[in-house]
């Protein structure tokens, strides 16, 4: 229930967003105040076909079946798990607060922007941290003392929500807690009822507002800047891009974009494309060639290391129009029923280790995806590295890295009977 509730989100709050626009409201991402252009009704068409996508793929393609055959799959040691997660979760809150200088952002000295660009070549470590190792461990720690039947607010459950909040406040991002907390909301309120959900949602709202005013907010409403944030910059970038669309503007090539999936270094190797030349630079990134689109310089792109939230939206609309938009809607229903399937076949069948990995992916891969657009954030080799290595995290945590016992899974199956 809960994962449906973040999937609903992502297209309600750039719908709302859109409408406000249209409404008249300032476009923070486009430096212009809104008009109507057409662009809430066909966002709405667009989230009303993914949707109908991913209830006909679950229903008649095996699709929703995903995740049914559980491997590796053993009962694992609470205490063990504890001890573990510390010994990994430690080493890496010490690493962003004092190697990366992630103590500096939480003390303001140094700015969010500033930090995260001058990360250098710890980059990629510090992004598998904070994006797929700090919060899978927690939800995998959290997941398996739940199924268990034991107490939750234990000192070594406290420590790692302690070391995953330094963490994510050491990049500075306002919403970082929340997201780095979100694959344990998932796991653990996977069945919960719509009316649980109110005091998470609350709580959350909370988290934010102290990362406002901790990284980002120094005068005005703090309300009226969160409420912006949260729908007005999902959708504006969607609604410049649709209003240029209809004014028959040309955009730079889609494809050039899949070109960076291998990562950069292997695009810079093959294409000669640098950040030393921000236009072609920005024009192979999605994320920071629509933000380019709707206004951005490509120099202060690359200098601020901005970018907007496009939405899959306009991902479809860049790659082929309308006949774009219906293909990327059916592949987003697509995407959201796999993982959907996948987590509940997994949670039901208690294998926490490929629950947890999922649903980070959830989160960072799939949500990350639908919000900013861009098909990287699906396929990116970095996203494939932080499964593989976070699976295999998980492995040795549980204890089912032992040979004999994993083996013996592989040859007797668990199989979740489903309907």
């Given at each position: ?334 995407v959201m029923v796999a993982i959907h399937a996948f987590l509940d076949n997994k949670i039901g069948a208690r294998n926490y280790v490929m629950a947890t990995t999922a649903a980070a992916y959830a989160i960072v891969g799939v949500m990350a995806w639908i919000i900013g657009g861009g098909l990287a954030e699906l396929l990116h080799i970095s996203a494939i ?35």
């Amino acid at each position: 229930m809960v994962l449906r509730f973040i999937l609903a989100a992502t297209f309600f709050c750039p719908l709302v967003g859109i409408i406000m626009v249209e409404q008249g409201a300032f476009s923070g991402s486009t430096w212009t105040s809104g008009y109507a252009n057409g662009a809430a009704p066909a966002f709405a068409c667009f989230g009303a076909l993914a949707f109908l996508a991913a209830f006909l793929l679950a229903r008649f393609t095996p699709l929703g079946r995903l995740g049914q055959q559980s491997f590796f799959n053993m009962p694992p040691d609470t205490r063990q798990v504890g001890r573990r997660v510390l010994v990994l979760l430690v080493p890496m809150t010490l690493f962003a607060l004092f190697v990366m200088g992630g103590i500096h952002t939480i003390a303001g000295s140094v700015g969010s922007g500033e930090f995260r660009i001058s990360m250098g070549g710890l980059g990629p470590v510090g992004y598998l941290v904070i994006k797929y190792y700090a919060p899978g461990l927690m939800a995998y720690l959290i997941a398996v003392r739940h199924a268990a039947g034991q107490r939750l607010w234990s000192v070594d459950v406290l420590v790692v929500a302690v070391c995953v909040a330094l963490i994510a406040l050491s990049f500075g991002y306002k919403a970082g807690i929340v997201i780095a907390f979100l694959p344990v909301v998932i796991i653990f309120f996977w069945s919960a009822r719509w009316l649980t959900l109110v005091p998470v949602v609350v709580g959350g709202a909370a988290l934010i507002a102290i990362g406002y005013l901790q990284f980002g907010w120094q005068r005005g409403n703090l309300v009226e800047a969160m409420v912006n944030r949260l729908f007005v910059l999902q959708g504006d970038i969607a609604w410049s891009l649709w209003g240029q669309y209809r004014l028959g503007v040309d955009f730079p090539p889609y494809v050039d974009t899949l070109l960076t999936i291998p990562g950069d270094r292997f695009f810079t190797m093959v294409t000669g494309i640098s950040r030393a030349q921000p236009l072609e630079w920005v024009q192979a990134h999605f994320s920071l060639l629509a933000t380019h689109l709707a206004g951005f310089p490509a120099e202060e792109i690359i200098r601020q290391g901005h970018n907007g939230s496009a939405h899959v939206f306009s991902e479809g609309l860049l790659a082929g129009g309308i006949v774009g938009l219906g293909m990327f809607a059916v592949l987003c229903g697509a995407v959201m029923v796999a993982i959907h399937a996948f987590l509940d076949n997994k949670i039901g069948a208690r294998n926490y280790v490929m629950a947890t990995t999922a649903a980070a992916y959830a989160i960072v891969g799939v949500m990350a995806w639908i919000i900013g657009g861009g098909l990287a954030e699906l396929l990116h080799i970095s996203a494939i590295t932080g499964l593989i290595t976070l699976w295999l995290m998980l492995i040795w945590v549980s204890g089912e890295w032992i040979i004999f016992g994993a083996l013996a899974n592989r040859r007797f199956p668990y199989r979740r009977e489903v309907g």
